[in-house]
Nanobody
Framework: QVQLSESGGGLVQAGGSLRLSCAAS????????MAWFRQAPGKEREFAAA???????QYAESVKGRFTISRDNAKNMFYLQMSSLKPEDTAVYYC?????????????????WGQGTQVTVSS
């Protein structure tokens, strides 16, 4: 059974930083691509960042240069370091696992999801 669990969300002032973590109970974690999506109030869920099995990364334009995705295969964990946060980054952040090694940004291609963690950025 695949389980993903996010942690690290919270309230932060604009310009601040947060680090989200995702613990993955998943077979052959090192061979899976992982990603972070987010859903702001009243909006559809959108892609934020992804990392392939070999460590390649891809970011949405809105977070490029401010967010960093990383993974620790030894711990079955991956992370989203968020810096220079803006009020428009306020959203529920979801971690997702793909049962393939390469990066995609399409939500439907990810087979496992966490429950989400709230990030609120105050102005």
């Amino acid at each position: 059974q695949v389980q993903l669990s996010e942690s690290g969300g919270g309230l932060v002032q604009a310009g601040g930083s947060l680090r989200l973590s995702c613990a993955a109970s998943i077979r052959i974690f090192s061979q899976r691509a992982m990603a972070w999506f987010r859903q702001a109030p009243g909006k559809e869920r959108e892609f934020a960042a992804a990392i392939s099995s070999d460590g390649s990364t891809q970011y949405a334009e809105s977070v490029k240069g401010r967010f960093t995705i990383s993974r620790d295969n030894a711990k079955n964990m991956f992370y989203l370091q968020m810096s220079s946060l803006k009020p428009e980054d306020t959203a529920v952040y979801y971690c997702a696992a793909r049962f393939a090694p390469n990066i995609v940004t399409t939500e439907s291609l990810f087979g496992a999801w966490g429950q989400g963690t709230q990030v609120t950025v105050s102005s």
